[in-house]
């Protein structure tokens, strides 16, 4: 029998965004989120400069480069990041509970500094393999950060900022993004002298991070749950609350311990088996296969060539490319300010409701670009809008969701199940996108718009609004469809054994 021990509170203080929480939010997202999005896109300006580098060196080593070896060596610089980032997410479970989650990023700044110096390197040693090397490696520490940065902020932060401090790591790859577009414009590093430079420059977050986030403390629930150091947890509760009675928060952690001590830390094998967290695995899984199978990477791709069709001078395509990414960033910056009043399940359904639509217009507008002059316009509108719809909901939330409908013995394996689902996705959208393009064309957004539709479908039913819950409540949110009872009982009340279940029936009581 699955038995859970959960709090309910009442009256209990709002936290508050203290400059501890502040200044640990942004070194880790800066340093490991950051990188994940500049990596995206680091290599789409120089690529044409850097296969002539890879062309160079293949030849001198009398070797002549056909197109087809040239593909696949550029198919495996692009595809090895991805790659690594799922090995990374399968690494997530054993490092954060054997590190802690601090230690995890800390540990995982070596993925970034040592491809970032085989990068710079590259071109003066004459070796585009260090190069593929080096973004599987460094796919390995966003595979890392991608997960464990909204793991550790989500239990940094008090229930009423969780929303909002889980975007931010989504804010800082937006940025990331945007800051590798403007240092891929051909004046600046996109170009044949500055590619190295450009792809090196990953190293610089990660080292600020090794240096400063040492300085903040280790997850609270970590250190008292799994480590059992109430001291320091009440150190590091009063240094992120800003005040020193925070006893009520401690009590609560002790009795989610008490409820966890039996099953220890979940496996992913045994997250697979437990009724009770049937639904939550399968949302998080539909979600991370609905953000990256909708489209958002194929929407990049064509985002050049409806540009020159729209009349914008192949030169001036990088600066509206560049326009773009400043969208994003601004979207997910709102969705900041707004995710803790409009709700997580709101934007998630605003977000795919957006992209489906956008996806649909855009492949008639494509499919008459050439008929109607006006049409390439309406193609541009639709990439913009599609932006926004995925940077304020698609993009951020489904790390918020997964961070708050598990608890600490099980939250580790969700997020590496959750990060595989994205990587393998991503994957697979940059294997076969271009065979679906050269295939269906313009029409291959039909399928992205049907995925959207599906997601959105099924966030409607069955995805809860999780915004200021405690535990408890989301865990009641979850009960009816996991066929699962919860049995609350006054916190006061000593802990007693659960009331013995019928043959059908889980029951969680809670404390």
């Not at 229930?159 to 800082?172: D, E, S, T, Y």
């Not at 992120?240 to 009795?255: C, H, I, N, T």
């Not at 496996?267 to 199978?293: A, E, K, P, Y």
Request: hydrophobic share 50%; net charge neutral.
């Amino acid at each position: 029998m699955e038995k859970e021990i959960l709090v309910e509170k009442q009256g209990e203080r709002k936290g508050r965004l203290t400059l501890v929480l502040a200044l640990a939010t942004l070194i880790s997202a800066f340093g490991s989120s950051f990188q994940y999005g500049y990596n995206v896109a680091v290599v789409n300006s120089p690529a044409p400069d850097m296969q002539k580098f890879y062309t160079s060196v293949y030849e001198s080593r009398n070797a002549t480069v056909t197109d087809n070896v040239l593909t696949l060596l550029w198919s495996l610089t692009v595809s090895m990041y991805p790659m690594g980032g799922f090995f990374g997410s399968l690494m997530v479970a054993p490092l954060v509970n054997n590190f802690g989650r601090k230690g995890t990023l800390l540990f995982n700044n070596i993925f970034s500094i040592v491809p970032a110096i085989m990068m710079g390197i590259s071109e003066v040693v004459g070796s585009f393999e260090i190069i593929i090397v080096a973004r599987f490696l460094v796919g390995i520490c966003a595979g890392l950060s991608s997960n464990v940065v909204p793991m550790y902020l989500g239990e940094l932060a008090p229930k009423n900022l969780r929303g909002a401090v889980g975007i931010v790591p989504q804010l800082f790859i937006t940025v990331g993004i945007l800051v590798a577009q403007v240092f891929g414009i051909r004046s600046i590093l996109g170009n044949a002298e500055g590619w190295p430079i450009m792809l090196a420059l990953t190293g610089i977050p990660a080292v600020l991070e090794l240096f400063l986030l040492p300085f903040f403390p280790e997850s609270p629930r970590y250190m008292l749950i799994q480590k059992g150091d109430e001291k320091n947890t009440r150190k590091a509760l009063q240094r992120l609350r800003g005040w020193q009675d925070v006893d009520e928060e401690l009590q609560e952690m002790r009795l989610e311990e008490q409820s966890e001590r039996a099953e220890g830390q979940l496996s992913v094998f045994t997250l697979f088996t437990l009724r009770s967290l049937r639904w939550q695995l399968v949302s998080i899984i539909i979600m991370n296969m609905g953000q990256q199978l909708s489209g958002v990477n194929a929407i990049y791709y064509y985002a050049d060539s409806i540009f020159s069709s729209a009349g914008v001078k192949d030169n001036d395509v990088q600066y509206v490319t560049v326009g773009t990414g400043s969208v994003n960033v601004l979207m997910t910056l709102a969705a900041v300010f707004i995710v803790e009043t409009s709700g997580r399940k709101l934007l998630l359904l605003i977000g795919f409701g957006i992209c489906c639509a956008a996806c649909v217009i855009l492949t008639v507008a494509l499919s008459l670009q050439d008929t109607l002059q006006w049409m390439p316009y309406v193609s541009i509108a639709c990439i913009i809008i599609y932006v926004i719809g995925h940077a304020i909901g698609p993009s951020p939330i489904p790390t918020v969701v997964t961070n708050e409908i598990f608890r600490q013995s099980s939250r580790p394996a969700a997020f590496m199940v959750a990060g595989s689902v994205h990587w393998l996705s991503n994957f697979i959208v940059g294997l076969v996108f271009p065979f679906l393009e050269k295939g269906l064309g313009a029409y291959s957004f039909i399928i992205f718009a049907f995925i959207c539709l599906a997601t959105f479908i099924y966030i409607w039913v069955v995805i809860p609004e999780t915004k200021n819950t405690t535990f408890l409540e989301i865990s009641k949110l979850f009960a009816a469809r996991n066929k699962v009872e919860i049995v609350v009982e006054a916190e006061e009340q000593k802990m007693k054994e659960p009331e013995v279940r019928d043959d059908k029936q889980d029951v969680i009581t809670a404390f």
